[in-house]
């Protein structure tokens, strides 16, 4: 798994894919749902929402796998809020990469030559669980 500037192929034409969309209503509690799963992927984004029936805040998990590399996130995000998943490199160490939930807007793309993205609620009261990715492929 790189970031793109260790993971762009020079001369190589990405090819964009529609945007990939994702929904389970309602979603079953701790089940792992694949937003994702394609081979030579360049990752623009991933967006992450639930909503639920009490409107309160619900643990939302991540868990991308690339190239083998298991990647792992969980954040509490209110009902109907947007967020977007995004990787950040360690400063000691760029071989070492965590996920992080922000607002909606913030994007470091990153290759792999295989990815899946599956995401779970934890949470009670769940009526929807919702995520869109943005890819190309080679």
């Known amino acids: 798994m790189n970031i793109i500037e ?5 001369g190589a034409q990405y ?12 979603p079953t509690i701790n089940q792992w749902y694949t937003v994702l799963e394609a081979n030579n ?21 991540v868990r ?9 996130g969980s954040v509490s995000i209110p009902s109907a809020q947007w967020n ?10 760029m071989l070492n990469y965590q996920t992080t939930i922000i607002a909606v807007g913030y994007a470091i793309p990153w290759y792999a030559r295989s990815m899946k993205i599956e995401i779970r609620t934890t ?7 919702t995520a869109s990715a943005r890819w190309w492929t080679l």
């Open 123 to 129: 949470g009670t009261n769940p009526q929807t669980l």
């Open 15 to 26: 090819i964009f894919r529609p945007i990939t969309n994702f929904a389970a209503a309602p």
């Open 6 to 10: 260790d993971g762009v192929i020079p």
């Open 64 to 72: 991308i796998t690339a190239d083998g590399t298991v990647i792992t």
């Open 41 to 61: 992927v360049l990752l623009q984004y991933l967006t992450i929402q639930h909503t639920s029936t009490d409107a309160l805040a619900k643990v939302i998990q």
């Open 84 to 93: 977007s998943v995004f990787l950040i490199p360690f400063l000691t160490d």
